[in-house]
């Protein structure tokens, strides 16, 4: 779910082989199953029919069941709204990208932290319950910001990202900033695709950078 999100994914594990761990040689790398979902229950505002997307995401997993997978990742933060009810349905273990991305911020001692993600990802609390747990506040843009960001968000699927969207992100993060954020979230991953974290006005925790690093603790 997400193809340019997932491209990216795999490589930055493939960097991060070859960084931390020395990869050269294909036996040097770990094995990967990439399955790349083309979901009915999504549309471009996001989830369209939760049903029928939780069972495409059932199905997705099945399939790298059987392809021999040991555990399963989602380079998605929209989908970690399932993760729940996912967790109850497969038999191999789901690594969850919200829930390392809440412990680092929490180890980092953050206290008010900013969050980039679609509008379905703040609507699910994808992150509010997990950041209240772990005593910290969250502070999210404005609904006119959240409209732009989700254009962002549009044109990085469509591979038409432009040097305003970058602008854009950065924008929202420095009047979360002026509102009290210490950091931020950069909670979609297609919006990973646009500003790296060391381009953000304060701290960046950058989701899909944090699952490739877990992903490859796991893997090795």
């Given amino acids: 779910m997400g193809p340019e999100a997932t491209a990216e994914f795999y490589k930055r594990i493939l ?3 070859q960084i931390e761990h020395g990869a050269v040689q294909d036996k040097d790398y770990p094995q990967v199953a990439i399955y790349s979902m083309a979901p009915k229950g999504s ?4 989830i369209a029919n939760r049903k029928l997307l939780l069972t495409e995401f059932i199905d997705g997993i099945i399939r790298l069941t059987v392809s021999g997978c040991d555990f399963v990742v989602l380079p998605c933060n929209t989908a970690h709204t399932f993760l729940d009810e996912l967790k109850t349905h497969v038999k191999i273990p789901l690594i969850s990208m919200t829930e390392k991305t809440v412990e680092r911020i929490k180890r980092s001692g953050v206290r008010t932290i900013g969050l980039l993600s679609s509008e379905d990802s703040y609507k699910e609390e994808v992150y509010a319950a997990a950041l ?6 969250l502070i999210a843009p404005s609904e006119k910001e959240k409209k732009r960001v989700t254009d962002v968000i ?11 969207d970058k602008n854009v992100l950065i924008s929202a993060i ?9 950091a931020v979230i950069i909670g979609c991953t297609e919006l990973s695709l646009v500003l ?4 953000s006005p304060i701290k960046a925790y950058d989701t899909l950078d944090i699952l490739a690093e877990e992903t490859l603790k796991e893997a090795y």
């Fill in 15 to 17: 960097k991060l082989c």
């Fill in 43 to 46: 549309d471009e505002s996001g």
């Fill in 132 to 137: 209240k747990k772990a005593g910290i506040k």
């Fill in 154 to 164: 549009l044109h990085a699927m469509g591979g038409k990202i432009v040097k305003e």
């Fill in 174 to 182: 420095r009047k979360m900033k002026v509102e009290g954020a210490e």
């Fill in 196 to 199: 790296k974290a060391e381009e």
